[in-house]
């Protein structure tokens, strides 16, 4: 393996791997710019082509989804939509221990979703009804990847807390492999999820067809999982019509390690977060030099015995490395800075530190709580907020697949009283008509 796993003080890493990208700055590669210019015959941004592509399938339906599934994925398809006895056939082919694993994940993300309170209220007093109802969403549709592998998990990550939550339909989409072939493993999760809706397709394509629906898709009102640029893309640009969980970037996992951590163990930790993509970022935060050094040399062991050695190679030149900080506290300060998508802390006595942790996607505390638990069998969806928005937002959970809808019932007396002030701000407001809604109330 020919990239280093470098070494960075504080204040050089501040201005390179620890610097935040605007979401649009992210680009592709000079081969997949070729491989648009030559998709729309003339040079084109990813932006411009998501919207051309958004917009064809928002006007020809199911013409425009087999002819871009075709110019992208090189699959001519014959049906968008899985039959059951497909699914059926996907399941049966998946070996016995990986069923077994997918319903024991399925049946621990249940089982945490299900600890969250998610209950409306209802306030009766002198004044009559005032509360709130939470409704579930009708339908909502999953994105799960499969670009570079065949992800399962993902399925389960957002079908499962969608169903706790009690929403009605989830339909799933994942491009198309050859011949229009889906990976047996995912139709397996579709049936251990009890995800019956499934549909062959990917990119910006498929996040077209849920939010507009077509002659086979039908619509959904909020499309959930992760995916690559352009899927990130289309669901920013479908938003407003339907909802969305976030604009979800390149995967991240910032581990804070001291010299209790075993320097193999934190290195298998970053190189699990490195092998998704490469500009995936796996960065280690530690007062230990000593520690970052002998991390460093196993990074390059290990690296250059795993298959997707190439993938990871990118991801640690592009923004993944070691920063020395003077002690953990300045480890906590960066890491809130910097709010990562998953928060190793792989120290000796790890709860202790947990009050002072104020922004990350999701927390393992301690080196027995790996990131990759998270990811499979821990419980809480590893769908979380990359990028820095873990300032503001939250991983997949019960309020994604909720809304709250206030109500009132005043009572007579109430409604006279009130009904003064409120036809005072009506005014102050210059809305005459409020105004003289409010005024009958009090005759």
């Known amino acids: 393996m020919s990239a280093r796993f470098t070494i960075y003080d504080l204040d050089e890493a501040r201005g390179t791997i620890l ?98 309170p998610l209950g409306g209220w209802l306030h009766a007093g002198s004044d009559g009804l005032l509360g709130q109802l939470v409704l579930p969403i009708d339908r909502v ?28 339909e989830v339909a799933a989409c994942t491009p198309p492999g050859a011949g229009g072939s889906l990976p047996p493993v995912v139709l397996a999760a579709a049936t251990v999820a009890g995800v019956e809706m499934l549909y062959r397709l990917g990119g910006a394509q498929a996040i077209a067809a849920l939010a507009f629906g077509s002659e086979s898709v039908r619509r959904v009102d909020k499309i959930v999982g992760p995916g690559n640029l352009f899927v990130t893309l289309a669901k920013r640009e479908v938003y407003g019509l339907v909802g969305i969980d976030g604009l979800l970037g390149p995967t991240e996992t910032l581990v804070i390690a001291d010299d209790s951590a075993d320097p193999a163990t934190v290195a298998a930790d970053l190189l699990a977060q490195a092998e998704h993509d490469v500009l995936a970022q796996a960065l280690l935060l530690t007062p230990s030099r000593t520690l970052a050094e002998a991390v460093a040399r196993e990074v390059a062991a290990q690296a250059a015995a795993l298959p997707r050695r190439e993938i990871i190679e990118g991801a640690i030149q592009t923004g993944s490395g070691a920063v020395i900080v003077p002690d953990l506290d300045a480890a906590l300060e960066v890491a809130n800075a910097f709010a990562p998508e998953h928060l190793q802390l792989s120290v000796g006595e790890p709860t202790q530190w947990l009050g ?10 301690g080196e027995g709580s790996c990131e990759v638990f998270g990811d499979y069998v821990a419980g809480p969806s590893h769908s979380l907020p990359t990028g820095g928005t873990a300032r503001f937002a939250s991983g997949i959970n019960l309020m994604d697949f909720v809304k709250l809808t206030s109500f009132t019932g005043l009572g007579a007396e109430a409604a006279r009283r009130l009904s003064a002030p409120a036809a005072t701000l009506a005014r102050a407001e210059e809305l005459d008509a409020h105004a003289a809604a409010a005024e009958r109330r009090g005759a």
């Open 356 to 365: 002072k942790i104020h922004h990350a996607g999701a927390v393992f505390l």
């Open 19 to 116: 610097r935040r990208r605007p979401f649009d700055e992210y680009t592709v590669s000079a081969r997949a710019g070729e491989r648009l210019e030559a998709l729309f015959g003339e040079p084109v941004s990813p932006q411009e082509a998501v919207r051309r592509i958004v917009r064809d399938v928002r006007e020809r339906g199911d013409a425009a989804l087999l002819d871009w599934t075709e110019r992208i994925d090189g699959v001519a398809l014959e049906s968008i939509a899985v039959p059951a006895e497909e699914i059926e056939a996907g399941y049966a082919a998946t070996p016995l221990e990986v069923v077994e694993a997918l319903k024991l994940a399925r049946d621990r993300i249940e089982a945490f979703y299900r600890r969250q």
């Open 141 to 168: 549709g999953v994105y799960v990847p499969g670009g570079s592998a065949p992800l399962p998990s993902s399925l389960l990550m957002s079908a499962v807390p969608a169903q706790v939550a009690g929403v009605r």
